[in-house]
């Protein structure tokens, strides 16, 4: 068999991941060298890159779903020319602080797209790009956006369900510019795939409507003629590659030990033999380096057009282009919100709690066309459609996705789009499926991407669908996430507060949790500040004398604190309410402002139709606390608020109790 | 057409719903209206089910994964004829303290196998309980352990991620007596289904090796015949029921509303005309009636005979079978860790958490043979298959499932094994990939099953991987978790202490959170009593004067509260070791127990490689603590404990800090 011309440049990939690989003492040799060539072929031949430019902000997109076998990646960028990663990098290969981390972490200066390494997070990534890129495209036409998004994909993101929730929902949108690329080397960590699969992969694809290439993984020529065929289809593709895990490696091709045995020196020795490399570790000959650095200097030219067309744009348009680019808002936006501000505090205002964020978005979603909702089959009680209409096969321009109950995809989808850019991610569904997506919350939160959670029916407030469907402990595990705000409004001031902080906030996600029932006022007039900006604040101090006791609450119950205010002010004892909306924002505050709110030498109680699991932070271990003992239960949600004993009496009766005992 | 003559019994379970669902002004019709022509084959032909004796061990079981669709499952079991089952309760649905509850939940003497609602999870119990079947069937053979699982399910659970990881295991491990039965009414909340799926389902799963039929769902023969396939099947069955939507009222029918749109009084009449039902609200004729409560009947001489072959059985044979199903230990057990325990003290014993508690698993599964241990994908790295063999297609009577890539299922599995009984059920996975598991680990907390959930690589402390394998707050969301048992052991002694109290624990789940690296022994003696049974105790009382400091700190973190007190000790600053494997025991204590452990008067500082989040119950907020202050970073253990300053140094100075400020 001739060998390909660009072979040597594969082996370039392999004795770079080798040699690291051995040099850490730990890694994943399996993924670099069972997909060398395929590598090798998408940038040598496809891939519209820019090493020079690493966010060119049409470039395509590169996702290793199999983001263990990250040495794959770094060789690429190194070969490739970006600048951040250098042989001396590739060398620190899993030393701190080194970027060539054991997974890949996200940071497109560096030309790392994505953190990935939680399987089936990447494809679903790489899905949530391609919308992100489909409605751009859409927006600003051929000439502005154009540009395809590939994954590796290795078995476990194929196992994930996460997966098929992708490849089904793919599918269904035509998503004719995503394309996976499989290392289908029949190899997981156990061993033989066997052990665990027996079903036809590919076939799966077919069913759901995508284009599907079955190659030899090792044939350049063959990658490259379907990644052509790819680009060709009108469906999303996947090139099927049959592979030989950690090929190259005698002692370990092949096997289960090609995924990641420790290698050793003796290992490299014998590839060098076997593949006939007789090249020093670590050195990649001037001929090869210099063939892999031409590739990304084949897109200057089109890199220079596309400037030049952006250039050429109308000035409205290409200011509007580099504003979505550049995760700017519009100018003014927040003046769309006044109205509503201004009125939030009438009585009328009462709607449930997700009406009124519902109705916020629906402001919002007028100045900011880049905002992207995506939501779990829950249309209707969330009603965070608003006047968008739906993003399909046959329209881009929709800017609301219909996830299907695909709520884990929803959240990767999300941070696909917010790593992609040019749009704002919203993500919808009800608190307590929010288990569902908390993989891919988790990875916003790594990735400090600006993904929107949005989350109703937040309490046993939702009545009568019983403890399946009442969130009790998840306030406390998503204020348990770093990096990430949870929101919970009072009222509609509070919410549109909210909804300006989140709107703004752009370093993580946020989780804007909102209760189902209505949310009476307990702002009882405009103001102009943003009072919830501090996370939390005195709402009433104290009347009838200096304050004895400080009730702290969140969402729903803030108005039954007040209620409880009231009866305690009633009867002498000076009281005061704090609303927390967002805890992470009040422990951000100087020490002063905190202890001024939270009244340390007063009786505190906390109110909360949850688990006062973190709450002591703010009450102390002798604080009282009137909220819920463990899960919900079925039934009106009066009647639970009733039984489960979280009425303004019980906070009455919780603030007298510590008024006696005098421990505080 | 000639109406079947079971189809009144149809409309039974089709007009007690509409009546339920109207008095309750809310509810589901979509699933009992769409699916009583399926559910009436089922019960009268097929399922082997004593309403007499509804947990029956031999008996079928049948899971409502569409759990929203409630009324179906109360209409069967009222019309079957379960006790508790009444007229006056199906009246009271949706009601608190109804058995008919908004979503069905867990309570198998009245008929209710799981509880469901978020969708995918039933289908992937049922699939647990199938598994179990096949364990105890090639356990105690076919004359003792022979029956199906019929699981309902809806587009939903076909959509989530979970459901897919479902169906290709179950086809991968020939299940052949799971039986699905699909609702394919082509619609959900948000309306048709191809807003967000166009792939053919069946076809999905034929390309997983599933038994497939395609019948209309209102023809009460032709589900029947589908039945008598599966029956004859070597492979698990779909059974796609072509449908529509809240069938019989003319409103909603076949409508988006059909799902769950509000009922009234004139909805009800129109179904009445429409089906030509003359019955009153709630009445059910006489002879219907009768009808429905032969079908239990019919099983009455299949359970005696049942009940005179487990009589027959070998004593030896029939109290070990009694034994499992009762979810009994075997007597004396816990003598096979007494060897363990005499030596854990021993330096040499100072292997990775995980491989103490593989060691501990292999003891145990000597002597407990109903323990089935489900792994994704991890046997190297978790070693917790032991002694055990794989549970395959070939082979039924392997207590080892290889998961494969899919967290999720593997954790639905589990409890669909305990919901099944006669199997212990353990779920292996890393800490971080919890999260994925979550949605099932919820559901264990609320029916309160005892699935023992295995967790390796706990912290920082797994190195090189980086953040996206470091858990840093997951010991704080699986500890907001109610009715969830999380255990960190320190050392070989704890964990041996906490795997004794985990396979006592049957009124729900554990979490045992295991560290990759070495946990050298920190109990430096045998002792007979059990000390982790309290959740937390005095590992080392200050020695040199009353005591100043409290040191508090779980699982790796104990050995460095060790080396810091030995720091403070020497510099005359009396300091106790408090170790705190699981807080949720010690919280059961009283108080004053808990107040001598925790040392309220004395400068107290938390140890642990995670947040602080939580850990203010402990310490209050004025309290120290050392540990993580966000996401981790990739590099060695050794480097990140120094880098994130965890050490013995960085506890003892947070002691002098607190010492000095003298406010605690």
Same mark, same amino acid.
């Not at 156990?190 to 090792?218: C, M, P, Q, Y």
């Not at 939160?445 to 407030?461: C, E, N, Q, W």
């Not at 949870?486 to 752009?506: F, G, K, Y």
């Not at 409880?564 to 909306?581: D, F, K, N, W, Y």
């Given at each position: 068999?001739?060998?390909?011309?660009?072979?040597?440049?594969?082996?370039?990939?392999?004795?770079?991941?080798?040699?690291?690989?051995?040099?850490?003492?730990?890694?994943?040799?399996?993924?670099?060298?069972?997909?060398?060539?395929?590598?090798?072929?998408?940038?040598?031949?496809?891939?519209?890159?820019?090493?020079?430019?690493?966010?060119?902000?049409?470039?395509?997109?590169?996702?290793?779903?199999?983001?263990?076998?990250?040495?794959?990646?770094?060789?690429?960028?190194?070969?490739?020319?970006?600048?951040?990663?250098?042989?001396?990098?590739?060398?620190?290969?899993?030393?701190?602080?080194?970027?060539?981390?054991?997974?890949?972490?996200?940071?497109?200066?560096?030309?790392?797209?994505? #953190? #990935?390494?939680?399987?089936?997070?990447?494809?679903?990534?790489?899905?949530?790009?391609?919308?992100?890129?489909?409605?751009? /495209?859409?927006?600003?036409?051929?000439?502005?956006?154009?540009?395809? #998004?590939?994954?590796?994909?290795?078995?476990?993101?194929?196992?994930?369900?996460?997966?098929?929730?992708?490849?089904?929902?793919?599918?269904?949108?035509?998503?004719?510019?995503?394309?996976?690329?499989?290392?289908?080397?029949?190899?997981?960590?156990?061993?033989?795939?066997?052990?665990?699969?027996?079903?036809?992969?590919?076939?799966?694809?077919?069913? !759901?409507?995508?284009?599907?290439?079955?190659?030899?993984?090792?044939?350049?020529?063959?990658?490259?003629?379907?990644?052509?065929?790819?680009?060709?289809?009108?469906?999303?593709?996947?090139?099927?590659?049959?592979?030989?895990?950690?090929?190259?490696?005698?002692?370990?091709?092949?096997?289960?030990?090609?995924?990641?045995?420790?290698?050793?020196?003796?290992?490299?020795?014998?590839?060098?033999?076997?593949?006939?490399?007789?090249?020093?570790?670590?050195?990649?000959?001037?001929?090869?380096?210099?063939?892999?650095?031409?590739?990304?200097?084949?897109?200057?030219?089109?890199?220079?057009?596309?400037? !030049?067309?952006? %250039?050429?744009?109308?000035?409205? %348009?290409?200011?509007?282009?580099?504003?979505?680019?550049?995760?700017?808002?519009?100018?003014?936006?927040?003046?769309?919100?006044?109205?509503?501000?201004?009125?939030?505090?009438?009585?009328? %205002?009462?709607?449930?709690?997700?009406?009124?964020?519902? !109705?916020?978005?629906?402001?919002?979603?007028?100045?900011?066309?880049?905002?992207?909702?995506?939501?779990?089959?829950?249309?209707?009680?969330?009603?965070?459609?608003?006047?968008?209409?739906?993003?399909?096969?046959?329209?881009?321009?929709?800017?609301?996705?219909?996830?299907?109950?695909?709520?884990?995809?929803?959240?990767?989808?999300? /941070?696909?789009?917010?790593?992609?850019?040019?749009?704002?991610?919203?993500?919808?569904?009800?608190?307590?499926?929010?288990?569902?997506?908390?993989? !891919?919350?988790?990875?916003?939160?790594?990735?400090?991407?600006?993904?929107?959670?949005?989350?109703?029916?937040?309490?046993?407030?939702?009545?009568?669908?019983?403890?399946?469907?009442?969130?009790?402990?998840?306030?406390?595990?998503?204020?348990?996430?770093?990096?990430?705000?949870?929101?919970?409004?009072?009222?509609?001031?509070?919410?549109?507060?909210?909804?300006?902080?989140?709107?703004?906030?752009?370093?993580?996600?946020?989780?804007?949790?909102?209760?189902?029932?209505?949310?009476?006022?307990?702002?009882?007039?405009?103001?102009?500040?943003?009072?919830?900006?501090?996370?939390?604040?005195?709402?009433?101090?104290?009347?009838?004398?200096?304050?004895?006791?400080?009730?702290?609450?969140?969402?729903?119950?803030?108005?039954?604190?007040?209620?409880?205010?009231?009866?305690?002010?009633?009867?002498?004892?000076?009281?005061?309410?704090?609303?927390?909306?967002?805890?992470?924002?009040?422990?951000?505050?100087?020490?002063?402002?905190?202890?001024?709110?939270?009244?340390?030498?007063?009786?505190?109680?906390?109110?909360?139709?949850?688990?006062?699991?973190?709450?002591?932070?703010?009450?102390?271990?002798?604080?009282?606390?009137?909220?819920?003992?463990?899960?919900?239960?079925?039934?009106?949600?009066?009647?639970?608020?009733?039984?489960?004993?979280? #009425?303004?009496?019980?906070?009455?009766?919780?603030?007298?109790?510590?008024?006696?005992?005098?421990?505080?």
């Amino acid at each position: 068999m001739n060998e390909h011309p660009l072979q040597p440049l594969a082996h370039a990939i392999r004795f770079l991941s080798i040699d690291a690989i051995v040099r850490a003492t730990e890694g994943h040799q399996g993924v670099p060298l069972g997909m060398a060539e395929i590598a090798t072929a998408l940038y040598a031949r496809h891939l519209r890159f820019n090493p020079a430019a690493p966010t060119w902000w049409d470039r395509d997109r590169v996702v290793l779903s199999n983001g263990h076998g990250s040495m794959l990646l770094y060789c690429l960028l190194y070969l490739t020319g970006y600048e951040h990663i250098t042989l001396e990098q590739v060398r620190s290969f899993r030393e701190f602080g080194s970027h060539c981390a054991g997974h890949p972490e996200y940071a497109p200066e560096l030309g790392i797209e994505v #953190t #990935t390494g939680p399987l089936g997070q990447g494809i679903a990534n790489a899905f949530g790009m391609a919308v992100a890129e489909a409605y751009l /495209n859409a927006r600003f036409g051929d000439d502005i956006v154009n540009h395809r #998004t590939y994954a590796f994909v290795g078995d476990g993101c194929l196992q994930e369900g996460i997966g098929q929730e992708m490849i089904s929902l793919a599918g269904h949108l035509r998503l004719h510019k995503l394309t996976l690329l499989w290392d289908d080397n029949q190899i997981t960590d156990d061993g033989k795939t066997e052990l665990s699969i027996s079903e036809n992969v590919a076939e799966r694809f077919r069913v !759901a409507g995508w284009h599907v290439v079955e190659v030899d993984g090792h044939d350049i020529q063959a990658v490259s003629r379907a990644l052509d065929a790819a680009q060709g289809s009108d469906r999303p593709s996947m090139i099927a590659c049959r592979t030989v895990i950690g090929r190259g490696i005698p002692r370990v091709q092949g096997q289960r030990g090609g995924h990641s045995a420790r290698l050793y020196e003796d290992d490299a020795q014998a590839a060098r033999e076997l593949l006939q490399w007789p090249h020093a570790p670590f050195d990649v000959p001037q001929d090869i380096l210099a063939q892999w650095r031409s590739f990304g200097q084949r897109n200057d030219a089109q890199h220079q057009q596309w400037q !030049a067309r952006v %250039q050429a744009l109308p000035a409205a %348009q290409r200011a509007e282009f580099e504003r979505v680019m550049r995760g700017e808002l519009p100018s003014g936006w927040q003046e769309v919100l006044l109205p509503f501000k201004r009125s939030a505090h009438e009585p009328e %205002q009462a709607q449930g709690g997700i009406l009124i964020s519902a !109705a916020i978005n629906k402001l919002l979603a007028e100045v900011m066309p880049e905002r992207m909702v995506g939501c779990a089959d829950l249309e209707a009680p969330t009603a965070h459609k608003g006047g968008l209409h739906a993003f399909t096969a046959d329209d881009r321009s929709g800017a609301y996705v219909h996830c299907g109950v695909r709520e884990h995809l929803m959240g990767a989808m999300a /941070n696909g789009m917010a790593a992609h850019g040019g749009v704002i991610a919203l993500s919808v569904t009800y608190l307590a499926f929010s288990d569902y997506e908390r993989p !891919a919350m988790r990875m916003s939160a790594l990735m400090g991407l600006p993904v929107k959670y949005v989350f109703s029916h937040d309490s046993i407030g939702i009545g009568k669908n019983g403890p399946t469907h009442q969130p009790v402990e998840i306030l406390a595990s998503l204020r348990a996430m770093p990096n990430m705000l949870v929101m919970r409004p009072a009222d509609a001031t509070e919410a549109v507060e909210c909804w300006e902080i989140a709107m703004q906030h752009r370093s993580g996600p946020v989780s804007m949790v909102f209760a189902r029932q209505a949310l009476p006022p307990v702002r009882r007039q405009y103001e102009a500040e943003n009072r919830c900006a501090r996370g939390g604040y005195v709402l009433h101090e104290a009347q009838c004398g200096a304050r004895q006791v400080t009730l702290l609450a969140t969402g729903s119950e803030v108005a039954l604190a007040c209620a409880a205010r009231a009866q305690l002010e009633a009867a002498g004892i000076a009281t005061a309410v704090v609303s927390l909306p967002c805890w992470e924002l009040f422990d951000q505050q100087d020490t002063a402002y905190r202890q001024q709110v939270l009244g340390e030498q007063t009786v505190r109680v906390g109110v909360e139709a949850a688990l006062r699991f973190g709450w002591d932070h703010y009450l102390g271990a002798r604080g009282g606390f009137v909220g819920m003992p463990g899960f919900g239960a079925p039934g009106p949600a009066d009647v639970l608020y009733r039984h489960f004993n979280i #009425t303004a009496e019980a906070v009455v009766a919780e603030a007298r109790r510590l008024l006696v005992q005098g421990t505080h």
